[in-house]
């Protein structure tokens, strides 16, 4: 009986988390749509066409990187567990606050085998990289308010930064003064190392075609605007959104900083290239987790069958 009532109970819970989740999603499409359906269009089909593909392509990267900080710290996951996890435990960032991207995605890696301490010291060396990575790609942005020893300065302090959070005497170590704090079980974390170098250079990959998809997006609508400030631009405006924590998803500073940005070369579209690189970014998003349920159902059905 008690089993029961913590299956349902369990149940209860994620049904709420995801009502939470969509709710917060639809609210921002509300919120953008009079603003977005205001631009002035000049449709170009194929580069459009092209961008969402790019689009789709950044978020499969950072599944590719999700299981690249498993893997750093020894924890292994399919390719199944891992496109559910990231796909579907990052819509959770549309909820205010970060604590419940965390423990949708720990508790995805979870159901595919990872234990809750990998799954929560890879999510930490996930994003510190992502963001580390952000900012030595945005450094191109400075390029002309900066010297070139002082960009050569910033790099090398933010490449060590990087360092440290991929060396097994950092993270690891403040993860279980942590659980000692809490005084709960330390965990013992292997790291592979063959996967460090391969995660830095997909991050850095990530970025450089998230911000082509932005070009692609922005020339297929008609919006002119050059593809170094969107690339390095974008990489800024997304750790900047990563960083305010009050807001779900990043939502509105992400489109505030990256239009600040592009002002100055894209004058007079940049805001307008901004609130379509949300809705451009939303759907990407909502992509791979409705083809996750989508593949999910067709075996589900297919296993009812042959049963």
């Not at 996967?195 to 919006?223: D, E, I, N």
């Not at 500073?253 to 290239?273: D, F």
């Amino acid at each position: 009986m008690k089993m029961t009532r913590l299956k349902w109970l369990t149940l209860g819970l994620q049904c709420v988390v995801i009502a939470l989740v969509f709710y917060f999603i639809g609210r921002t499409v509300v919120e953008l749509w009079p603003k977005i359906v205001a631009i002035e269009w000049h449709l170009d089909p194929p580069l459009f066409v092209a961008s969402i593909i790019v689009g789709l392509a950044c978020q499969g990267l950072l599944i590719v990187g999700w299981r690249l900080s498993l893997r750093l710290v020894g924890a292994p996951i399919s390719w199944g567990g891992a496109i559910e996890s990231q796909a579907v435990g990052q819509l959770a960032k549309y909820v205010p606050g970060k604590v419940m991207t965390l423990v949708g995605k720990v508790y995805l890696a979870g159901r595919a085998g990872v234990p809750e301490s990998q799954a929560t010291l890879a999510m930490f060396i996930e994003v510190s990289t992502l963001t580390i990575t952000g900012l030595i790609v945005g450094l191109g942005y400075a390029l002309q308010i900066l010297s070139p020893e002082r960009l050569l300065l910033a790099a090398v302090i933010l490449l060590a930064g990087a360092f440290g959070v991929l060396h097994p005497a950092v993270l690891p170590r403040a993860i279980n003064a942590g659980l000692r704090l809490l005084k709960r079980p330390t965990a013992e974390f292997r790291y592979q190392w063959s996967a460090a170098v391969p995660l830095l250079v997909c991050y850095f990959v990530l970025w450089a075609l998230w911000g082509s998809g932005l070009w692609l997006l922005a020339a297929g609508l008609g919006l002119q605007a050059p593809l170094l400030p969107l690339v390095t631009g974008n990489a800024l405006a997304w750790v900047a959104g990563f960083l305010s924590f009050i807001f779900p998803g990043g939502l509105g500073v992400r489109e505030y900083v990256l239009a600040r940005l592009l002002g100055p070369s894209a004058s007079g579209v940049a805001m307008s290239i901004a609130l379509v690189s949300r809705a451009w970014l939303l759907g990407a998003e909502l992509a791979w987790p409705v083809g996750v349920w989508v593949c999910k159902i067709i075996a589900r059905r297919r296993v009812g069958r042959l049963g």
